[in-house]
């Protein structure tokens, strides 16, 4: 699995009976510390004031959690 493609989609079920406009797909995001088994060493890190900004130390731990409107 890709780490760089975290969104996934799924098509949830449609009842003859659901009294609100069905939503067709859904989506969800994965966080990226899902792909990671362990902390390799000599992860490059971002600067601290980077780091503050974006929540974590390592870029391969960022995820931006953009809402899908």
């Not at 362990?38 to 503050?52: C, D």
């Not at 900004?53 to 870029?59: E, V």
Request: proline residues 19%; glycine residues 2%.
């Amino acid at each position: 699995m890709n780490p760089l493609n975290q969104v996934k989609a799924w098509h949830p079920y449609i009842g003859p009976c659901d009294p609100c406009p069905p939503i067709r797909i859904k989506t969800y995001v994965l966080p990226p510390n899902l792909f990671i088994q362990f902390q390799p060493m000599n992860l490059p890190q971002f600067s601290p004031r980077e780091a503050l900004r974006h929540g974590t130390l390592w870029p391969m731990l960022y995820s931006s959690y953009e809402p899908q409107c």
